[in-house]
């Protein structure tokens, strides 16, 4: 299965797991690129479906400086899944939880300059 680049937008709600919400509208499967706010410009907090991604492995996710809105919740953390490679650059990100158990590499670029802008958990640095 070739990957396809999804992008966030939230056009319909907060959800990960809702096709609306994703360019081209579709929910991301493993083999996908995921990105968030790097192509496309959004303020729509991501703070359900936070568990879409869990079980999904060797596949791609970007956050760049075009989120403007939160990631997960102070409660809940949006899963990366196995393998993930993760690129966070997300300067105007306000808040992120991520859970990156079993993330392969992450590479942090920026983060917003509110305490607490970038949680990393469940997570082993190496």
């Known amino acids: 299965m070739a990957n396809t680049d999804i992008d966030w937008v939230g056009s319909v709600n907060g959800n990960a797991g809702t096709a ?43 956050v760049g400086p075009l989120m403007t809105g939160s990631i997960g919740t102070s409660a809940n953390a949006l899963q990366v899944g196995t393998g993930t490679i ?3 650059n997300g300067v105007n990100c306000p808040f992120a939880n991520l859970d990156i158990e079993g993330c392969t590499k992450a590479r942090i670029y920026g983060t917003g300059s509110q305490e607490n802008a970038l949680i990393l958990s469940a997570g082993t640095f190496t």
């Open 20 to 62: 609306g919400n994703w360019s081209p509208a579709q929910v991301p499967v493993t083999t996908d690129q995921i990105f968030i706010g790097n192509n496309i410009a959004s303020a729509v907090n991501i703070d359900a479906g936070l568990t879409t991604f869990n079980g999904f492995t060797a596949f791609d996710m970007s």
């Open 86 to 88: 993760l690129n966070y």
